[in-house]
């Protein structure tokens, strides 16, 4: 069996089923050139037969992302797969995930169909999937809860059609870690013909044991792990690639295995998916949390001090947490810039590169040192914004334990300029209001939240707001070392969004314009 195991990114399918968590085009766009980068070698980039805008962004990405397989979701129906097939045709290597409940719960209760109906519906989906691609992959959906001769009959079936990777998902998260090594092992016992396939595992984290659960799958033969950066995915999210990916290495020489991640890659794209989703990481998230390389308590500190082995199984320049020397402030020219960026892994074009050196020598102008998180809360707000109809020009809040806020906000609606004025039940609050004002938006303030994302006094503050209207929803983000500035700009691109939404909608996410 080989050693090789294999690692398939569904950040941009499961991990954009995360509630809020919805991506635009360009913004997949970037994200699908970053998994490339970071070496993946299978990205499942939507589910295509979701909505239109769905279709676009797999069709796009399977027409410019180079490297990995551009895989795309389908239902069992003949329709799901031919529209899977048409948005992943142009793609270089490309494969169609087919996938149905095995379990009696869901077929029973939410598909409401029979076993054989189910084995029926695999034969003729996993077939018209094998007729158009060399690649297929079949899922058996909840196939920790389902028979286990069940589900052995299911994926003889599937193989019988054409299926050339088995994955079996823990759907809801239910396995424990011996069990699904032993589902796995019994699965190889009854369907011989399995060994000539690749075996996948798809594990969520609603008990945490995702990454456990993939380990087990791994240790019963499965070569292809399922996951998303950051651990994102649907409710408690799905088995985090970075910790997936240096659990095998760091324990290279115990589990013999290895993968072809480019790790070094492993914090860029990490902060990558926080920004564009706007879900931010937690400071204690093994691998790429602000706290995973810390260390405070002075016992710790001397060791660390006298050899960092004592208490770092890793390095943080592994995963590409950089220890630059180079400090980037007020009196840094582009080409600073530049060797920051590409140390980051981003290769920008000149355009983008003046555009974020303009916002980079405002920000320099307010803070000591701009650090590695500042740059990228700028790419955020300069690069990967989409474009605006309203911006921010001028804000002046008064607010105390005295006074009723108030708030002055200036605007650019295209090129006129609008001035309005109006109060709150804090600073929040009346900015908000007076945006409204000048917009005439009806949007509802969903939820707010706000982070600092770099140390120290003059660190800067990201808000991400999440916008509702007529049934649709958006994110908005933006940072600044001033909050309110930071929460007037996030509500302001909340609104640009929604605006583009509006007369762009099929260019969105299929989460974007269906919730
Ligand atoms: C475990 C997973 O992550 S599965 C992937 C989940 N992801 C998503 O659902 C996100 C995208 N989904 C969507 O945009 C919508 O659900 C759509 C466009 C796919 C379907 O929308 P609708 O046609 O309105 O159906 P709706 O969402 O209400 O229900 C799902 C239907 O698919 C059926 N279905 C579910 N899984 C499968 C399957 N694997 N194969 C065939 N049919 C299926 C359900 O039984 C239900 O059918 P019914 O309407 O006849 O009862
Ligand atoms: C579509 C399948 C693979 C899935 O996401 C799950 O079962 O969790
Ligand atoms: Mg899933």
Avoid at 17 to 28: F, I, R, T
Avoid at 47 to 74: M, R
Avoid at 274 to 284: A, E, R
Avoid at 320 to 346: C, E, F, P, T
Wanted: with cysteine; net charge negative; charged share 25%.
């Amino acid at each position: 069996m080989s050693n090789l195991v294999k690692i398939f990114d569904t950040t941009l399918r499961d991990g954009e089923q995360s509630p809020g968590a919805s991506m635009n085009l360009e913004e997949k766009m970037r994200l699908a050139h970053k998994l490339a980068q970071l070496g993946v070698d299978i990205i499942e980039v939507g589910f295509p037969a979701s909505s239109p805008g769905d279709f676009e962004s797999v069709n796009q990405i399977a027409q410019q992302v180079k490297g990995p397989v551009i895989c795309g979701l389908a239902r069992t129906g003949h329709a799901d797969i031919q529209t899977c097939w048409e948005a992943i045709k142009p793609a270089e290597k490309k494969r169609i995930h087919v996938f149905i409940a095995t379990s009696d719960i869901h077929l029973e209760h939410k598909l409401r169909i029979s076993r054989e109906q189910a084995l029926a519906e695999i034969t003729s989906g996993v077939g018209l999937a094998a007729s158009l691609c060399d690649d297929v992959e079949f899922s058996a959906e909840d196939a920790s809860r389902s028979d286990p001769d069940f589900l052995a009959q299911a994926v003889a079936t599937a193989l019988e059609a054409g299926a050339t990777t088995i994955n079996i998902p823990d759907t809801v998260g239910y396995a424990l870690p011996d069990e699904f090594t032993e589902r796995i092992k019994y699965l190889y016992k009854k369907v011989p013909q399995l060994k000539k396939a690749t075996v996948s595992v798809h594990c969520h984290d609603d008990l945490g044991l995702a990454v456990a659960n993939s380990l087990a799958g791994i240790k019963a033969g499965a070569r292809q792990v399922e996951g998303c950066i950051n651990g994102i995915g649907e409710r408690a999210g799905n088995a985090s690639i970075e910790e997936v990916v240096m659990m095998l290495a760091t324990r290279e020489k115990a589990l013999g295995l290895t993968t072809n991640i480019n790790r070094k890659e492993i914090y860029p794209a990490s902060r990558l998916v926080s920004m564009i989703t706007g879900v931010t990481v937690q400071p204690n998230k093994a691998i790429v949390g602000a706290n995973a390389f810390a260390h405070e308590s002075g016992i710790h500190v001397d060791g660390v001090l006298k050899n960092p082995l004592t208490y770092e199984i890793m390095t943080p320049e592994e995963v590409g947490i950089g220890q630059n020397n180079l400090v980037l402030g007020k009196h840094s020219g582009r080409a600073a810039l530049k060797a920051r960026l590409a140390d980051m892994g981003y290769e920008l074009d000149r355009d983008n590169v003046e555009k974020l050196f303009q916002a980079f020598k405002r920000l320099a102008d307010k803070k000591k040192e701009v650090f590695n998180e500042d740059l990228e809360a700028l790419i955020a707000d300069e690069i990967l914004r989409i474009p605006l109809r309203w911006r921010l020009d001028y804000l002046n809040i008064v607010s105390g334990t005295v006074t009723v806020p108030t708030a002055t906000v200036r605007i650019f609606d295209c090129e006129e300029l609008k001035q309005e004025f109006g109060s709150g039940s804090g600073p929040v609050d009346a900015v908000y209001n007076t945006i409204s004002k000048i917009t005439g938006s009806k949007a509802k303030l969903l939820r707010f939240t706000i982070s600092a994302i770099t140390g120290g006094l003059d660190a800067q503050g990201e808000v991400t707001v999440r916008l509702g209207e007529n049934g649709l929803v958006v994110l908005g983000k933006s940072s600044d070392s001033d909050i309110l500035v930071a929460a007037a700009k996030a509500y302001i691109n909340g609104l640009n969004r929604l605006e583009y939404l509006k007369t762009h909608g099929p260019r969105l996410s299929a989460q974007e314009s269906s919730l």
